[in-house]
């Protein structure tokens, strides 16, 4: 899997990294992962933040049609996925958000 890697063997989604901050560094700061697992991926997580999700779709050109959603700890948080090709490397962009709990139903007649 990941054994004999070197950090050289990581240097595209690193070098994207470092564009992404050069050419976007406005846009809101997500949680950042590289791993030895994918070493050909940068992954880009925006936790409670899917407003920061949509900034970096529509500036990274990602159609908003190739967005994958779903949800997940039991319909709590809503999950948006995309991926691009940027620079040589597989860029993931993941957003997650809280759903929020059904209004409880009302019991009684109004007065």
Do not use: C, K
């Amino acid at each position: 899997m990941s054994e004999g890697l070197t950090l050289d063997d990581m240097a595209v989604p690193l070098r994207v990294l470092r564009l992404l901050a050069v050419d976007f560094g406005h846009l809101p700061a997500p949680a950042v992962r590289v791993t030895t697992v994918w070493p050909d991926r940068l992954e880009l997580e925006f936790h409670d933040d899917l407003a920061g999700f949509e900034a970096w779709r529509d500036a990274l050109g990602i159609p908003s049609d190739a967005v994958t959603h779903g949800t997940q700890s039991a319909g709590r948080t809503r999950v948006l996925h995309a991926r691009v090709e940027f620079a040589g490397a597989r860029l993931e962009l993941v957003g997650y958000g809280r759903i929020p709990a059904p209004a409880p139903a009302l019991s009684g007649a109004a007065a």
